[in-house]
C-alpha cells in the first residue's frame, strides 16, 4: 500500500479531459507526454517531485523522495509503469504493474533497506535499482482529472471513483 500514493498520483498524467463543449470521450492524446509535479511536502516533512509519462496506454511514473522540505536531499527514486484506461469525459482507470525499480539514493535509504530487507533484498548499494514485486499487482485505481491548458489535476483512490479534485501541489501536474 506504501506505493498507493505514487501510483495515483502519476495515474492522473496518463488521462486527459475534454473541453465543457465537448460531447466525446477525450484521446489520451491531450496527455501525451511528461508532467511534473513542483516539490511538495509530506507529513513527515519528507518532499517529493513525481513524473508521470503517457504514452499510448502505458503510464510511467518517476516518483522522487527526498529527506528534506525542499527536494534538496535525495534519499530514493521509484520507477514504476502500469497500464491505464480511459473512461467516461474527466474519469479513467489505472492498473498496477507487477513490478517496479527501486534505488536508494542516501546512505541512510541503503541501511534501511538492508535492515528490512525491502523487497526481499539485503544486499542494496548505494544509487543501483533493484527490482521489485508489486503486492497490489492487477488493482484496479480510480481516477478523476482536469486538464487546464499545460496543468492537469488528477485525483485518485483506489476503492471508489472520487467525485471531486484537491488542486494541492501533489494533484497538480505542469506538461514538461
Known sequence: MKYIIPIIILSFFLFGCKDDEDETTSSTTELEGTWKTACY?????????IT???AG??????????????????YRLNEET???????????TITLG??????????TAV??????SKCGHSDWELNTAKDCTESNSGKTIYCLYELSGTTVYIECDDSAQPTSIDKGAKNTFTKQ
Open 98 to 107: 507487477s513490478t517496479f525499480k527501486k534505488t536508494p539514493q542516501s546512505s
Open 52 to 54: 508521470p509519462t503517457f
Open 111 to 116: 541501511t534501511n533497506y538492508d535492515n528490512s
Open 57 to 74: 496506454n502505458v503510464l510511467s511514473i518517476t516518483d522522487e523522495k527526498h529527506s528534506d522540505t525542499s527536494c534538496a536531499t535525495d
Open 41 to 49: 511536502t509530506d507529513d513527515d516533512n519528507n518532499s517529493f517531485i
Open 82 to 92: 502500469h497500464t491505464f484506461a480511459m473512461g467516461d469525459a474527466g474519469k479513467f
